[in-house]
């Protein structure tokens, strides 16, 4: 291995370890370094496809970006993807390997998949000069530690000194601090080079105390404090990044405001099995645009737009939006406003839903009967990269000024078009295929797309903001956002605070690395 690694590890879920770990990698990228994100277990709905067509977490696709390099399977061997209940799908390397309970794979899988999730580590060392790991949850789950590869048996594997990182904003960082390092053996301890504390807001002078309290309680020094950094355009590892959806509303205001110049009220439906929520972040950012992530009649009755997104179980979220009269309220909208589907969402709008295979839910559905199409769920996962043109030049019953279409598929099920069914974009993949993409209602009020990362794409999204408000009699949108453009810039802001918030020349030199403050190796980082 000729890569030496550092490795962030936290007190819990959610504490910051993925910005920190894209953060790192895009610090070491800067100085002039070879560095890669390696997350060797990952459980997320939110997944991204390589360059080759396979599914690793959104997460190290994200670090792989900060750190200027093409997202790999290596950097996340095995991604689990809850189904519900206590079973989850895992992929390993970018393929499903199979459905197993948490039992059976706690106590039998991981020691199957840990030669793997080594040479996976070791493609990636080889052609690295730093490799920055995350660990996943926390290091003290003593329940499950005997089988964990996530953090501590891959500080070990890798040799890796590591940054334990409590979150302040949650609230008890010291004691989760002191308590995970407490029930670290001592030799795991003693690769805890020291510790961080996250998302600080406030006054400084009041923490110090409590600071130099913890270094002498433990023997281990503050390497820094991060500041909490609101508007940070970047992915969110899990669900405990959505904003709470159970009791998300329009405020009164919003709602009163009948001036043409309004922003465009869009209404995603957050499913239980929502997956690939990050799909929405570049909407979010567009000023012209009120996106909500809801659970109810009342928001969807009072949207412009509603988007069923993606899910990880389609027959089983259908059922859900059913039990709530989310189903009805989404047909009422999509005679009187607007609806679109991506992927699961689009399954969802056609006309029946089977799975006679069981990979979901063994049997028929019926859809919402929105889209002229049928959808069968089959066991291989379509995973791709595509690009193309939606096959109209409108959309909403509104010209489009840019019909190019990106994104990527990650999808069971194939679908059909009935005998009336006008597909949506014609893709093209990266060896050349062509693909009919989605599908269009007669009245353009409703279409459905596979293409996860859709609206990522400036031009597409833009033109959609801009049909939805023609639709709904709005004036034209007075700014548009440059996504790519915003998304660097988050990327180089979260960098610059870690690297002034940090020790960097003590992390630096865990990896055996000199750190030349100020130093940027040329303009590929930035």
Known sequence: MSARAVMVLGTGSHVGKSLLTAALCRIFARQGYRVAPFKSQNMSLNSAATIEGLEIGRAQALQAEAAGVAPSVHMNPILIKPSGGSSSQVVVRGKIWGQVTAADYHQRRVEELMPLVRESYEVLAASCDVVVMEGAGSPAEINLKQHDIANMRMAEMADARCLLVGDIDRGGVFASLLGTLELLETEERARIGGFAINKFR???SLLEPGIRMMEERVGKACLGVVPYLPSLVLDEEDSLGLPAAKHAEWTADELADGSADRRLRIAVVALPSFSNFTDFDSLRAEPAVSLLFCR??????????????GSKQTMDDLMWMRGRGIDAAVQLRARRGLVVGICGGMQMLGETITDPLGVEREGSMEGLGLLPIRTDMQADKVTRNVVGKMAGASLFGHAVAERRVAGYEIHIGETMYLSEG?????????????IEDGCVSADERVFGTYLHGIFDEDGFRHDFIRAGRAFHGLNGPGELYDWKQLRE????????????????ETIFGWAGVAYRRGFVAGDAAR
């Open 489 to 504: 810039e988050s990327l180089n802001r979260l960098a610059d605070e870690v690297e002034c918030a940090l020790d960097m």
């Open 422 to 434: 006008s597909h949506f974009a014609r893709l093209s993949t990266r060896d050349g295929a062509s």
């Open 202 to 204: 406030g006054d400084r």
């Open 296 to 309: 109810t009649v009342e928001a969807i009755a009072q949207a412009d737009v509603v988007i069923l997104p």
